[in-house]
């Protein structure tokens, strides 16, 4: 049994077809060439998110607007000005109550994004099972002990 892709339906994949649907959501945003260079770059450090980047090269191969970009980019080369995120999916944080963050949250990060204008990381939260839509940066966070 497979999805559409001919890949075996696996928590894996799912999660590989999950960040591919984001950055295609993403793709006709983009205005330039640089732009879509940096999504795929975004898309590539899917180890976040427990992804290998050759598979995550294989599902880019399968989509032909993505070729041209797929092109000019220089798969060797490290991800320029990206720092690695503070906080990884899964870890323990809790959110500092300031002016700007009225409520205390305790949970994990369900997800780090890198945000490419204001370059820096956003990070979203899972408490008690349900999904935090708020971002948060860095410095809105603490770290707990496992």
Same mark, same amino acid.
Not at 61 to 72: F, G, P, T, V, Y
């Given at each position: 049994? =497979?999805? /559409?892709?001919?890949?075996?339906?696996?928590? !894996?994949?799912?999660? &590989?077809?999950?960040?591919?649907?984001?950055?295609? =959501? !993403?793709?006709?945003?983009?205005?330039?060439?640089? /732009?879509?260079? $940096?999504?795929?770059?975004?898309? *590539?450090?899917?180890?976040?998110? #427990?992804?290998?980047?050759?598979?995550?090269? @294989?599902?880019?191969?399968?989509?032909?607007?993505?070729?041209?970009?797929?092109?000019?980019?220089? *798969?060797?080369?490290?991800?320029? =000005?990206? +720092?690695?995120?503070?906080?990884?999916? #899964?870890?323990?944080?809790?959110? &500092?109550? $300031?002016?700007?963050?009225?409520?205390? +949250? &305790?949970?994990?990060? %369900?997800?780090?994004?890198?945000?490419?204008?204001? %370059? %820096?990381?956003? !990070? !979203? *939260?899972?408490?008690? @099972?349900?999904?935090? @839509?708020? %971002?948060?940066?860095?410095?809105? *966070?603490?770290?707990?002990?496992?």
């Amino acid at each position: 049994m =497979g999805n /559409e892709n001919n890949r075996p339906v696996s928590g !894996y994949n799912a999660r &590989i077809d999950a960040h591919l649907v984001t950055l295609l =959501g !993403y793709w006709p945003k983009c205005v330039n060439a640089e /732009e879509q260079i $940096n999504l795929i770059k975004w898309f *590539l450090d899917g180890d976040l998110l #427990g992804l290998q980047r050759e598979d995550l090269l @294989g599902v880019l191969h399968e989509h032909a607007e993505l070729q041209d970009a797929l092109s000019k980019l220089d *798969l060797d080369a490290p991800t320029e =000005g990206k +720092h690695p995120p503070e906080f990884r999916s #899964g870890d323990p944080v809790e959110v &500092i109550v $300031n002016a700007k963050n009225l409520t205390h +949250h &305790i949970g994990t990060v %369900r997800e780090a994004v890198w945000h490419f204008k204001d %370059r %820096r990381w956003n !990070y !979203y *939260l899972e408490v008690s @099972g349900k999904r935090i @839509g708020k %971002r948060y940066l860095a410095n809105d *966070l603490r770290q707990l002990r496992h």
